[in-house]
Nanobody, 126 residues
Framework: QLQLMESGGGLVQPGESLALSCKASGLHFDLHTIGWFRQVPGRGRQAVASISPGGDTTTYANSVKGRFTVSRRNGQSTAYLQMDNLKSEDTGVYYC???????????????????WGQGTQVTVSS
């Protein structure tokens, strides 16, 4: 089982960038699919991006395609979410999540993940 911890959130202006990290402790990070989710007050968690255990397959929400990039370094047990050209609607608490296994489709719902970080706040405001 993994323990996950996000970092890198903050306050930025529209058009700026942020890079989030998801550091894992525990065994077999390289066997886990990692997902990134965003939550705003009053709404459930929204899937943002995901990456396969080997890093060869990535998926994105339509709203972030072309602006966000998910990656991972298995040797460092860390996943990343590079967020460019940020918009006010990107504001929220960002969580990384993990589930062990490979899938035919890596766009997984929240219910598929069984390991979660504590979240990091991202605020995009002028």
């Amino acid at each position: 089982q993994l323990q996950l911890m996000e970092s890198g959130g903050g306050l930025v202006q529209p058009g700026e960038s942020l890079a989030l990290s998801c550091k894992a402790s525990g065994l077999h990070f390289d066997l886990h699919t990692i997902g990134w989710f965003r939550q705003v007050p009053g709404r459930g968690r929204q899937a943002v991006a995901s990456i396969s255990p080997g890093g060869d397959t990535t998926t994105y929400a339509n709203s972030v395609k072309g602006r966000f990039t998910v990656s991972r370094r298995n040797g460092q047990s860390t996943a990343y979410l590079q967020m460019d050209n940020l918009k006010s609607e990107d504001t929220g608490v960002y969580y990384c999540a993990g589930v062990r296994g490979i899938f035919s489709d890596y766009w997984l719902p929240e219910s598929e993940y069984n390991e979660w970080g504590q979240g990091t706040q991202v605020t995009v405001s002028s």
